[in-house]
Nanobody, 128 residues
Framework: QVQLVESGGGLVQAGGSLRLSCAAS????????MGWFRQAPGKEREFVAA????????VYADSVKGRFTISRDNAKNTVYLQMNGLKPEDTAVYYC?????????????????????WGQGTQVTVSS
């Protein structure tokens, strides 16, 4: 089992940047795919970005491609989301998730229901 704690959210003007962090407990962090999702009021949770166990492969939602970068440091049990060029429509609670599918599964998933563990979320608000 893994516990996830997000940090780094806040209020920023449009065009600004934020870096979210998600710290994981436990000694098996490198065995998890990691993903970032977000949920705006009245909307469903949506995929933002995900990264493979080694960090060598990443996937992004079209809405953030070219602006956001996901990365991970397995030595620090942490996954990051660097967000540049923020827009008001990026306003949401951002959650990190851990996908514990078996090691022979190599495909990154963008489906929230396939992530087994979630953090409590961190609020990102972008003003226009």
């Amino acid at each position: 089992q893994v516990q996830l704690v997000e940090s780094g959210g806040g209020l920023v003007q449009a065009g600004g940047s934020l870096r979210l962090s998600c710290a994981a407990s436990g000694r098996t962090f490198s065995s998890y795919f990691m993903g970032w999702f977000r949920q705006a009021p009245g909307k469903e949770r949506e995929f933002v970005a995900a990264i493979s166990r080694s960090g060598g492969n990443t996937v992004y939602a079209d809405s953030v491609k070219g602006r956001f970068t996901i990365s991970r440091d397995n030595a620090k049990n942490t996954v990051y989301l660097q967000m540049n060029g923020l827009k008001p429509e990026d306003t949401a609670v951002y959650y990190c998730g851990a996908d514990s599918r078996p090691p022979w599964i190599a495909r990154i998933t963008t489906t929230a229901t396939e992530y087994d563990y979630w953090g409590q979320g961190t609020q990102v608000t972008v003003s226009s």
